[in-house]
């Protein structure tokens, strides 16, 4: 997929979780951005592994970078998995992950499509929408300074 669409898969996310923006939209493209350093590393190579990255978010859960680590999961590896390549489970020589067939080429009208259907999802139909029973606002509690950050950080996710 191209980055346009991971970018605004990743933003979705953060919209429907509450999440960090900049830290999700950013874990989006991290994959992509580890693959330009070291001029040896293939695409979809071992920054794509489906194992290491659910790993890293099992790891990183407690701490504020879970938010960019959902971003590369939900945002990046599992639009990949879309696509005819689709997504290595370890390393470049591992079996590979294709969700539905991998039907999917990168920057073809299908890709674009799929990316507007989730974001308007994300933004209009799932926009005002609330996990939270009592349809408290996390977000806007922390920010009016009625919760701390942390507080904020180990309730966004609850569903009860």
Do not use: C
């Not at 605004?8 to 493209?29: C, E, H, P, R, W």
């Not at 939900?74 to 470049?92: N, Q, S």
């Not at 990316?115 to 994300?122: H, N, R, W």
């Amino acid at each position: 997929m191209t980055w346009a669409s991971h970018i605004l898969v990743g933003a979705s996310v953060a919209k429907i979780f509450g999440l960090n923006y900049i830290l999700t939209t950013l874990g989006a493209i991290l994959p992509d951005l580890i693959e330009m350093f070291p001029k040896r590393m293939t695409h979809r190579g071992i920054s794509h592994s489906v194992a290491i990255s659910l790993v890293a978010l099992v790891l990183l859960w407690k701490t504020p970078l879970r938010d960019a680590w959902i971003g590369v999961v939900l945002g990046h590896l599992l639009p990949d998995a879309l696509t005819m390549t689709g997504v290595p489970i370890l390393d470049e020589k591992s079996r590979r992950l294709t969700l539905f067939g991998g039907k999917l080429r990168t920057a073809s009208p299908g890709e674009f499509v799929v990316t507007g259907i989730i974001a308007f999802i994300a933004f209009f139909i799932l926009g005002s929408f609330s996990v939270d029973a009592e349809r408290r606002n996390w977000a806007e509690l922390q920010h009016k300074s009625l919760i701390d950050k942390r507080e904020y950080y180990e309730n966004r996710f609850r569903f009860w």
